[in-house]
Nanobody, 123 residues
Framework: QVQLVESGGGLVQAGGSLRLSCAAS?????????MGWFRQAPGKDREFVGA????????YYPDSVKGRFTISRDSAKNTVYLQMNSLKPEDTAVYYC???????????????WGQGTQVTLSS
């Protein structure tokens, strides 16, 4: 069973930066997986904020975060990162990591989810 554990959330001022981590376990290798980040603000639907194909590091970002968010992975640590810069109050949400076997970057639909980590922006 794939397990995903997010960390790195917290309180940050608007304009600041934060890096979230997603530690993956349960497989010898994640090279056939596509990993992604989603977020959910109170009263809103879950929103896709980007994905990375583990095998070659290709990434996809929706327009809402393109240029501010960057996803990377460290294969030695089986960890995916979400670097968030120029944060805005509307980025406040619970951020979730997801994994899909042979997932398509732009239409990721995770088979596995982490428990989420809270990111709160103060203005």
């Amino acid at each position: 069973q794939v397990q995903l554990v997010e960390s790195g959330g917290g309180l940050v001022q608007a304009g600041g930066s934060l890096r979230l981590s997603c530690a993956a376990s349960g497989r010898t290798t994640f090279s056939s997986y596509t990993m992604g980040w989603f977020r959910q603000a109170p009263g809103k639907d879950r929103e896709f904020v980007g994905a990375i194909r583990w095998s070659d590091g290709s990434t996809y970002y929706p327009d809402s975060v393109k240029g501010r968010f960057t996803i990377s992975r460290d294969s030695a640590k089986n960890t995916v990162y979400l670097q968030m810069n120029s944060l805005k109050p509307e980025d406040t949400a619970v951020y979730y990591c997801g994994a899909e076997f042979e997932g398509v970057l732009a239409t990721l639909s995770p088979d596995y989810w982490g428990q989420g980590t809270q990111v709160t922006l103060s203005s």
